[in-house]
């Protein structure tokens, strides 16, 4: 896995093992930087399910002012730090710990609003939903926001979150991209 493009083009990055793990691939991760455009320069990223990082730093590489990471397990926390060093993006990014189908109470101290969110659970587990109302519920959404949920093409079920659109739909192989943008009212500034 590496860094498709921006200023940390082709740095490798550390991946987490085992069949539970899915990574976006260099093919999907491509294709959703092309599809944004210059929507990471300068926006505040927030990366829900995090993983290795992958698309959270990508973003950090394409101009984005600063990250949040945010994932369940201790594990992934270590290869978020790991990741983040690795790219020297320690000063400019942030990791939290948290169960981001319980809440999202974790954003509160940070009162941010986020610009550019990148969502993507483990496929089948239906936390695509309960993840877009947490998000939603806290109010740190910038009022051009856009969500950004990788889930499986196959499967799982498009959400309906009051406030929010779906702006867009694109399918790679097993993967599905779905773009939201806010509706009504300003959530956050």
């Not at 976006?24 to 930087?33: G, N, Q, Y």
């Not at 926006?43 to 600063?66: C, K, M, Y």
Request: proline share 4%.
């Amino acid at each position: 896995m590496r860094v498709i493009g921006g200023t940390l083009r082709g740095r490798k990055l550390v991946s987490l093992s085992g069949r539970s793990i899915r990574p976006t691939s260099d093919r999907v991760r491509e294709a959703l930087f092309n599809i944004l455009g210059s929507k990471p320069v300068g926006a505040t990223v927030l990366d829900l399910f995090a993983g290795s990082g992958a698309l959270g730093i990508e973003a950090l590489s394409r101009g984005a002012r600063q990250a949040v990471f945010i994932d369940k397990a201790s594990a992934t926390i270590h290869v978020l730090r790991k990741n983040t060093a690795l790219c020297g993006l320690e000063t400019r990014s942030r990791i939290i710990q948290w169960d981001i189908v319980k809440n999202l109470s974790c954003l509160r101290p940070y009162r941010q609003a986020f610009d550019l969110v990148f969502l993507d659970p483990p496929y089948h587990q239906n936390m695509v939903q309960p993840a877009l109302v947490h998000l939603m519920r806290e109010e740190a959404l910038a009022a051009d926001a856009r969500i950004v949920v990788e889930q499986a093409a196959k499967g799982d079920v498009l959400p309906v979150v009051p406030g929010l659109t779906c702006e867009d739909q694109r399918r790679y192989g097993e993967t599905m991209l779905t773009f939201w943008t806010l509706t009504g009212e300003i959530i956050a500034s």
